[in-house]
């Protein structure tokens, strides 16, 4: 797992671009969707979702201006992803961001985000912050 996580890292290089389909060779894309979320404060973040066929799942989200690649971990309920300090936290339309340098007891970066309907071709992501 971790060499697998690593060729995909280090193929994906930065990813200041989100210009062209994420394309990784090894990993067999099987679905792809972007989904919208309205959190707390009226703050927005779009969630890009890609599923390999494999079995494995992966998320993009721009945090602090930078597009982050989140990859699915464990999870007791709902699906969890991870990229380096942050944690994504989705549960049917719902998700939360977390930053894990904060402390167990911190509030989240960005807390009750509600999915909006994806639409075809529609904005590129927001920053969170």
Do not use: E
């Not at 389909?21 to 979702?49: E, F, M, N, Q, W």
């Amino acid at each position: 797992m971790k060499r697998l996580l690593m060729t995909l890292l280090l193929a994906l290089g930065p990813l200041h671009a989100m210009a062209a389909p994420l394309g990784v060779a090894g990993i067999d894309i099987a679905t792809r969707s972007r989904v919208h979320y309205t959190c707390d404060g009226g703050k927005t973040i779009t969630a890009r979702y890609l599923n390999a066929r494999n079995g494995q799942g992966f998320a993009l989200l721009r945090i602090g201006g930078k597009t982050m690649l989140f990859v699915d971990t464990l999870s007791a309920s709902g699906a969890r992803y991870v990229a380096g300090r942050y944690v994504w936290w989705t549960k049917g339309p719902s998700a939360t961001l977390y930053d894990g340098m904060t402390g167990d007891n911190a509030p989240p970066m960005l807390a009750n985000c509600q999915s909006r309907q994806a639409l075809p071709g529609a904005a590129p992501m927001r920053n969170a912050r």
